[in-house]
């Protein structure tokens, strides 16, 4: 079982990034996967969610409507896209599946719910 994250970079405040993850060895839509985001200094905390089967999306509050979860089942790889970045949103993107195969749908807000993690790709939002 293997997450790869992809598609950091550095972008312009008010720019934007599409973040991937794709996995290997198990077949995501029926795990919960969720991204999760580490600044320098802070914990690592949860930006959102798709839920296992069904795909329902979950987003932290303070960036709904600016983040979107997606997921492509033909590709096996989940999407985060950002929208007006802000420097704030500066952080280690994490993602990662956690490790029951789930019939019906579940998702979680909690990292130690999470047993597979991708290895991180750096976003920076910067003038």
């Known amino acids: 079982v293997q997450l790869q994250a992809s598609g950091g970079g550095l972008v312009q405040p008010g720019g934007s990034l599409r973040l991937s993850c794709a996995a290997f060895?198990?077949?995501?839509?029926?795990?919960?996967i969720g991204w999760f985001r580490q600044a320098p200094g802070k914990e690592r905390e949860w930006v959102s969610s798709?839920?296992?089967?069904?795909?329902?999306?979950y987003y932290a509050d303070s960036l709904k409507g600016r983040f979107t979860i997606s997921r492509d089942k033909a590709k096996n790889t989940v999407y985060l896209q950002m929208n007006s970045l802000k420097p704030e949103d500066t952080a280690v993107y994490y993602c990662?599946?956690?490790?029951?195969?789930?019939?019906?749908?579940?998702?979680?807000?909690?990292?130690?719910?999470?047993?597979?993690w991708g290895q991180g790709t750096q976003v920076t939002v910067s003038s």
């Open positions: 990662a599946a956690d490790g029951s195969y789930h019939a019906s749908s579940r998702w979680y807000r909690d990292k130690t719910e999470y047993d597979y």
């Open positions: 060895g198990f077949t995501l839509d029926y795990y919960a």
């Open positions: 798709i839920s296992s089967s069904e795909g329902n999306t």
